[in-house]
T-cell receptor, first 113, second 108 residues
């Protein structure tokens, strides 16, 4: 069964350091999403790509977060500098079309110390 | 944005029991999905169900879009059904908004 790949699975970083997460969606899925999930809450959308273009980054804290999907396939989410409040699960998902069913990766659990 | 309310927030079930989880939403939607998050954090898509009824094994779901709610039924629950169930809805902007989830614990 096709999967969304994410790495690393876990990341511990010090405050003010840079950190990056990688996601490889299911082959052929044009839409890619990055979500952040704080413990005890539902996931919240950070950024949505359609192919290589950003279609929604209204909830992305752009002073420290950046995301790219240069060739419209895999994607990288970066935080620089990391803050204690960034500790969360970062989830990547993809769908064949916008508004279609999502498949999530296993996520990256970030701890900022 | 669309508000999503899930109930009950917490549910403890005896293995073999049946249960119903409810998702209410505040506006018209063209996308509704149910997910199960396992103890390791993986979100598994259970149903894509913006309207109508679907069944998959012991799970089934019904969405009544005109009345702005969806129900997830778990029959003959098993310990592997434990975890958090999320309802997520999307409207015209295609952004999927998640509820706070239903924490389900199935005890043997």
């Amino acid at each position: 069964e096709a999967e969304v790949a994410q790495s690393p699975r876990y990341k511990i970083t010090e405050k003010s350091q840079a950190v990056a997460f990688w996601c490889d969606p299911i082959s052929g899925h044009a839409t890619l999403y990055w979500y952040r999930q704080i413990l005890g809450q539902g996931p919240e959308l950070l950024v949505q790509f359609q192919d290589e273009s950003v279609v929604d980054d209204s909830q992305l804290p752009k002073d420290r977060f950046s995301a790219e999907r240069l060739k419209g396939v895999d994607s990288t989410l970066k935080i620089q500098p990391a803050e204690l409040g960034d500790s969360a699960m970062y989830l990547c998902a993809s769908s064949f079309i916008q508004g279609g069913g999502y498949t999530f990766g296993s996520g990256t659990r970030l701890t900022v110390v | 944005g669309i508000q999503v309310e899930q109930s009950p927030p917490d549910l403890i079930l005896q293995e073999g029991a049946n249960s119903t989880l409810r998702c209410n939403f505040s506006d018209s939607v063209n996308n509704l999905q149910w997910f199960h998050q396992n103890p390791w954090g993986q979100l598994i898509n259970l149903f894509y169900i913006p309207s109508g009824t679907k069944q998959n094994g012991r799970l089934s779901a019904t969405t009544v879009a005109t009345e702005r709610y969806s129900l997830l039924y778990i029959s003959s629950s098993q310990t592997t059904d434990s975890g958090v169930y999320f309802c997520a809805v999307g409207g015209g902007n295609n952004r999927l908004a998640f509820g706070k989830g239903n924490q389900v614990v199935v005890i043997p």
